[in-house]
C-alpha cells in the first residue's frame, strides 16, 4: 500500500503558522488547475487548518471526487502537476509533494471518511479541551523516535478516536455554527 515502503521519519512539531491557510490557497489553486471539474471539494485538513494548534509543518488537503477507483484519470494530471503517489489502498489514494510538505488525500465524496475528516477538524476548531488534549498527545509523541510516520499517527488514534465522537456527537445534535455541511 506504501508506494517507496516504509520511510524513517522525525517528527518536528511547530506552533501554529499564520502562513500554512495561504499556503493552502496555493496547493487548493494547483490542485484545482490539476484536476479540474473532477474535484467535487478541496478541504484544508489536519492540524495545519486549526488556528492554535502546533502540527508538523505538512499541509494536509482532503480531495474528494465521485470515485477513486480507477485512479487513472486524476492520478495522471496530479503526477504530471508534480504531486508524487505514497499511498494506493481501496478508496483511498495519497500524493505528496517532493518536498514532503503537503500530502494530498483522495476520497470519494460519499465516503465515510471525508465526515470524519471534516468533523475532527471542525471540532478542533470549536473545542479548546479537545484541541489542548490533542496536543499534549501529538507532543508527547514527538518525542519518540518512529520508524515510520504512519506509526506516529497510528499511536495518536486513543485520542482521535473520542475527540471525534464527541464531534460527530455534537454535529447529530447540530450544535454550534462549527459544524461543517455535509460533505459532498
Known amino acids: 500500500m506504501l508506494v517507496g515502503g516504509r520511510e524513517r521519519a522525525e517528527i518536528v512539531l511547530c506552533d501554529h503558522d499564520a502562513s500554512w491557510p495561504a499556503r493552502f490557497e496555493a496547493e487548493r489553486q494547483r490542485l484545482s488547475a490539476a484536476i479540474g471539474a473532477d474535484a467535487v471539494a478541496i478541504e484544508h485538513i489536519g492540524s495545519t487548518a486549526v488556528p492554535g494548534l502546533a502540527a508538523k509543518p505538512i499541509i494536509d488537503i482532503l480531495v474528494t471526487v465521485d470515485a477513486v477507483e480507477p485512479d487513472d484519470g486524476f492520478r495522471g494530471r496530479l503526477e504530471a502537476a508534480g504531486y508524487v503517489l505514497r499511498v494506493r489502498e481501496p478508496e483511498h489514494r495519497m500524493f505528496r509533494t517532493a518536498a514532503r510538505d503537503v500530502h494530498v488525500h483522495v476520497w470519494a465524496a460519499e465516503h465515510e471518511a471525508v465526515a470524519r475528516y471534516l468533523v475532527f477538524r471542525d471540532w478542533l476548531r470549536h473545542d479548546a479541551a479537545d484541541r489542548a488534549l490533542y496536543e ?7 518525542t519518540r523516535v518512529w520508524s515510520d510516520m504512519n506509526h506516529y499517527a497510528d499511536a ?3 485520542v ?25
Do not use: C, H, Y
Open 160 to 184: 482521535i478516536v473520542p475527540i471525534v465522537e464527541r464531534g460527530m456527537s455534537a454535529a447529530r445534535r447540530r450544535l454550534g455554527p462549527w459544524a461543517s455541511p455535509s460533505p459532498g
Open 136 to 142: 499534549r498527545r501529538k507532543r508527547e509523541l514527538a
Open 156 to 158: 495518536k488514534s486513543d
